[in-house]
């Protein structure tokens, strides 16, 4: 895992404001469902779940890496190159790892819970959230030397962890 994608170089700051149709979509009488802005050259263009997919196509054309999403309430961008999801922080991208998330979260409620670190072999919560292949894969990437150091450190706050 790594902490942010290869491409950040590629965003432009002084892009074109989005525009609020997909105007490729527009000039061909099709419609869309979410908008996506290219973070290289500031073009719209539609989602993937979008009959056109004129996002996906922009990048295979243009080789621009970085599209945003431009639906309301949301702020992730998504690398086509390496596949990576992404949000803004500190004025950068950092890379979202939602495994990585999901398990803290469910590794502090089976801490208050009365549990402790390491959790046995095979742990899962009462939903099915693999606990215990969870924590072998952080504690794997932290052998590797590969883990990111914000996961390292939170990963160091849950009650009773040690490496
Ligand atoms: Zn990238
Ligand atoms: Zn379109
Ligand atoms: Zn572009």
Not at 53 to 68: G, L, V
Not at 81 to 101: A, H, I, K, N, S
């Amino acid at each position: 895992m790594q902490a942010t994608c290869s491409h950040l170089d590629q965003i432009s700051p002084d892009r074109p404001v989005p525009q609020d149709v997909c105007p490729t979509c527009v000039a061909i009488g099709s419609s869309w469902v979410h908008l996506r802005q290219c973070l290289t050259c500031g073009a719209t263009n539609c989602c993937d779940s979008s009959p056109n997919r004129h996002a996906t196509k922009h990048f295979q054309e243009s080789r621009h890496p970085i599209m945003q999403t431009l639906e309301e309430g949301e702020d992730w961008a998504w690398c086509f190159v390496e596949r990576l999801t992404m949000e803004p922080q500190d004025g950068t991208f950092q890379v979202v790892d939602p495994f990585f998330e999901a398990g803290l979260w469910y590794a502090r409620q089976a801490i208050d819970d009365g549990g402790s670190v390491p959790f046995p072999a095979g742990a899962a919560t009462g939903d099915g959230f693999p606990l215990a292949l969870w924590e072998s894969t952080y504690r794997g990437r932290h052998r590797a030397g590969t883990l990111d150091p914000d996961q390292v450190a939170e990963l160091e706050a849950l009650p009773g962890w040690t490496w």
